[in-house]
Nanobody, 129 residues
Framework: EVQLVESGGGLVQAGGSLRLSCAAS????????IGWFRQAPGKEREGVSC????????FYADSVKGRSTISNDYAKNTVFLQVSSLKPEDTAVYYC??????????????????????WGKGTLVTVSS
């Protein structure tokens, strides 16, 4: 059984930072693209960042580019998303997702979300002003 379990969300002041974790079980990182979406109340889901560990492809949405870093730890089978200089508009539920085609993640995009087979339950990030 495949599971993606997110952690690291919480309440943070604007300007602060967070590191989100996605612990994966039942998948092998090299066979997948894995990353993060977020959804704020009343807004569409947004692909934030992804990584394809096998070929090193990375993607960052413009909304987080320059203040985020995605990485993976093979030993822990975990993907991390470090976000700094947090803004109130970063407030959202952050979901980890994975798809069994590494090209779901490329320098130009992440997804489409309907192609990604596995999803976590999400972790809430609230940024106060």
């Amino acid at each position: 059984e495949v599971q993606l379990v997110e952690s690291g969300g919480g309440l943070v002041q604007a300007g602060g930072s967070l590191r989100l974790s996605c612990a994966a079980s039942g998948i092998t990182f090299d066979d997948y693209a894995i990353g993060w979406f977020r959804q704020a109340p009343g807004k569409e889901r947004e692909g934030v960042s992804c990584i394809s560990p096998k070929d090193g492809s990375l993607f960052y949405a413009d909304s987080v580019k320059g203040r985020s870093t995605i990485s993976n730890d093979y030993a822990k089978n975990t993907v991390f998303l470090q976000v700094s200089s947090l803004k109130p508009e970063d407030t959202a539920v952050y979901y980890c997702a994975a798809g069994s085609w590494t090209r779901y993640c490329s320098g130009s995009g992440w997804g489409p979300d309907y192609g990604l087979t596995y999803w976590g339950k999400g972790t809430l990030v609230t940024v106060s002003s």
